[in-house]
């Protein structure tokens, strides 16, 4: 399996493109409306065949570009039923597979940053989209989270994963490009070195953020994936 | 060999950490001054030995932060012979090899973008500083820059290179953040396709890039390893 990351700088969102070389198959997760062209451009001339259009979650801070992405290659979009997306071809649930060439997709359910946040599994990667981040996770405090699922995603969920796991986040603000679950566990601010569930939810009521800048449209925007014309 | 990629979000700089997973002996490419606190807490959470500090060349857009992190490692200061360097521990040459645990660090002269670019080759990997970007390269108009030596790295040296070698670059402006050798004979936006040498240096001549904003302060910055202080 191969992976490439994209970074889109204006919010610090990771897309990544995973294919099976032997066959080309090929998920994008995460896209970013305004990087579809760049994207599209680098799947064309790394020669993927889209299969997945893959969600971690409905985003509250940038707009998917999977709608325009599904016009432009034969992606099937994949987000988690609790999403009550109405134009994702797929409403995943926890435990299931999807193939890609000779690699298999796993879906996890690992909500907490909102009600419908999927970790998908493919050949000892995971891609923990706001759920897990290098030494960090996602705020709890809109779009139906809850620091006790968080919680739970992470250290019943998540960190029962083989520590070699490669951990690729949907965010970071500090430069970090990847982890692993053995590396959380020890060194995550939030819930590493058995941080108790109290701590954690004493720090996660206290992060004071202020909301995402375009959450108001990012999230009607995500439900509709990125077809704002139509 | 494990690689990790780090960013610097003020100078679009990738850092890296290579290591040895057999010894843990690393290699630290690129280091930011800015970062270097970061990247020691990074190091002695994964338990690195540092062993090299390397540098692809004399930034213009960043002072390096090998000087601090040598009082805080074992690690030698590597930089090519033509940098004139008088901090470094190791002036190197085309040619040259290191050992990092059991994996081996080749040095390849690559000028073009200065007259000092090293490309690092390990195991698979090329670090190309500036002199190969993803589907871009360096910039020619300084530090003894030369569109002939830049089109010869490139298309006579690095493009020699088996196609499948992972290609690592300095910085990157779009978001990418890796590249192979194969994908950039094919479609680098200045030498791919076999693009001619004069067309190569017709764009080159025409890119009208202003300074870096801090190049009066980077160069003799990184000429004493970042140690400001001394």
Not at 16 to 25: F, G, I, P, Q, S
Not at 179 to 192: A, D, L, P
Request: proline share 3%.
């Amino acid at each position: 399996m191969k992976i490439r990351q994209l970074f889109d700088y204006d919010t610090w969102t990771y897309t990544y493109l995973v294919w099976d070389e032997a066959t080309m198959e090929a998920a994008v997760i995460d896209s970013v409306l305004e990087r579809v062209e760049r994207d599209m451009q680098h799947i064309k001339e790394l020669g993927l065949k889209v299969k997945y259009l893959l969600e971690t979650h409905i985003h509250a801070d940038h707009i998917t570009g999977s709608g325009p992405m599904r016009k432009q290659t034969k992606g099937q979009i994949v987000v988690h039923k609790n999403s009550g997306s109405e134009c994702a071809d797929i409403l995943a649930v926890e435990g299931d597979t999807f193939k890609l060439g000779h690699q298999e997709i796993n879906v996890l359910h690992t909500p907490g940053h909102t009600n419908n946040d999927i970790t998908y599994l493919i050949e000892g990667a995971a891609f923990t989209g706001d759920t897990l981040m290098v030494r960090d996770c996602g705020r709890t405090d809109f779009q139906l989270g809850s620091n006790e699922n968080l919680f739970h995603s992470l250290t019943e969920k998540l960190f029962t994963l083989p520590e070699e796991t490669m951990v690729f986040p949907a965010h970071d603000y500090k430069g970090f490009s990847q982890s692993t679950i053995g590396e959380e566990k020890q060194f995550n601010s939030r819930v590493g070195s058995g941080k108790s569930f109290q701590d954690f939810s004493t720090a996660m009521d206290n992060l004071n953020l202020p909301n995402p800048k375009r959450i108001d449209v990012a999230v009607p925007g995500n439900l509709q994936c990125g077809n704002l014309d139509d």
